[in-house]
């Protein structure tokens, strides 16, 4: 695609790779075929080509209105788009710069303003969140239908005693998923351990600074990912850590992006680097460990395994690419895993999605939920604590954190 991009942004970072992403593309379209924006709504500037086409125009200099805002805000970053795309196209990055400078430019409603800061404060304060997860749990019994299914029961995570082993991953906790659903970091570590693998945490735990990206508060989500990077460091220096983690695959895919999101900052910009290229998604480990001794399945192996439907989370299979790489696991272990149809596309949980685009994400809901439920499994497992809690509060079947299910 043809770009005239201003001088001075052509001299920032940001600028080059808007305009090699831009370049990339081919027009071709192909990309709107996987779009489930553009499969609800069938509007050409609700997919992947139309958002491109007008974060080059404001580029290129157009001044961006509410309407240019709110199609970017309909994008769930789910990524399938680059899954599909034949040109390899960078969109998820694309989005990232289109979405600052229209956010820049253009002011949001003031009910939207406060929508979104009222949610960055609920999720980043651990003590208010955790108070207001009570309450909602002890009162849950008498609330309704949909308002019960969204809140977890209270989790009392598996005993386990940690053994050192020489090789060590930095398990990061991450901000909501230890009040919400605390025995799934405790099966990771029981996991990684019956593969002679330690976990260390860091003492203090925070967002990963994917909340306040989603949230168009980025100065806040960089001065997280900066803040991460400090803590996180001198422990992998000091313990010769192998691999930075998390459990949830949304967290896990913002950690691969501080490369990207912190390129332009001389202070940070190579220790992010580092700290991207050493995450690796729980997945990862795990099946780099088994290919490396294959004896080890019997540690993990199940008699008389369930019926499993396994829903990969965007941020896994498109974000960070990783196809296929849970499911041939919980086979070898002994799970009866049926497919799903349409499993490339997304569930609607999608950060704080499901909370801003409520009527296309409850769609998008209904549509993996029905494609899940012709599986008939007795429990549907996947990657991300975000998708989880979304589908768990459109069904009665159990819905679990893969690692969970090993332990
Ligand atoms: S992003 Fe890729 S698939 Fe989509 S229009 Fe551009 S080149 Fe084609
Ligand atoms: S990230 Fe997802 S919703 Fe956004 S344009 Fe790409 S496919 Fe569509």
Redesign the pocket.
């Known amino acids: 695609m043809k770009t005239e991009l201003p001088e001075d942004f052509l001299e920032t970072h940001e600028g080059r790779a808007a305009n090699r992403i831009l370049r990339s593309c081919v027009h071709c379209g192909f990309?709107n075929a996987?779009?489930?924006?553009?499969q609800l709504l069938g509007d050409e500037l609700?997919?992947?080509r139309g958002?491109i086409y007008l974060i080059k125009q404001v580029l290129e200099g157009e001044t961006p209105g509410r309407k240019t805002q709110q199609h970017l805000d309909?994008?769930?970053?789910?990524?399938?788009?680059?899954s599909?795309c034949p040109s390899g196209v960078h969109?998820?990055e694309l989005?990232n710069i289109g979405r600052s400078i229209v956010n820049k430019k253009v002011k949001r409603p003031l009910k939207q303003r406060l929508l979104h800061l009222g949610l960055r404060k609920l999720f980043l304060s651990k003590a208010t969140f955790s108070t207001l997860l009570k309450a909602g749990q002890t009162l849950r019994p008498l609330l309704p239908g949909t308002l019960k299914k969204s809140i977890p029961q209270p989790q009392q995570p598996p005993a386990f005693i940690p053994r050192m082993h020489e090789h060590k991953v930095l398990l990061v906790a991450g901000c909501v998923q230890p009040a919400l659903q605390p025995a799934i970091d405790t099966a990771a570590k029981i996991v990684f351990d019956k593969l002679n693998i330690e976990c260390l945490e860091p003492t203090a735990t925070s967002c990963c600074g994917a909340l306040s990206h989603h949230l168009n508060a980025e100065e806040e989500a960089l001065a997280i990912m900066r803040a991460n990077i400090d803590r996180w460091l001198p422990l992998v220096e000091k313990h010769k850590i192998q691999a930075i983690t998390m459990t949830a695959s949304g967290c896990g895919v913002a950690i691969r992006d501080y490369a990207q999101l912190l390129a332009s900052d001389p202070g940070y910009a190579d220790r992010a680097k580092t700290v991207s290229e050493l995450y690796k998604d729980p997945a990862e480990i795990v099946s780099e460990a088994l290919r490396a001794d294959r004896s080890l399945y019997k540690q993990l192996k199940k008699d008389n395994a369930e019926t499993i439907a396994f829903h990969p989370p965007?941020t896994l299979q498109?974000g960070m690419q990783l196809k296929r790489v849970v499911e041939p696991i919980l086979e070898n272990c002994g799970f009866n895993l049926k497919s799903i149809k349409d499993s490339h596309l997304?569930c609607g949980s999608a950060g704080t999605y499901s909370i801003t685009q409520k009527t296309l994400s409850q769609q998008l809901l209904r549509n993996k939920l029905d494609n899940i439920g012709q599986a008939e499994p007795a429990i549907i497992a996947t990657a991300n604590i975000g998708c989880q809690l979304h589908l768990q509060s459109g069904t009665d079947t159990p819905v679990r954190h893969w690692l969970e299910l090993l332990c």
């Open positions: 990309c996987t779009c489930p924006t553009y609700d997919g992947p958002r309909r994008c769930l970053t789910c990524r399938n788009c680059e599909t969109y998820g989005l965007c498109h997304c």
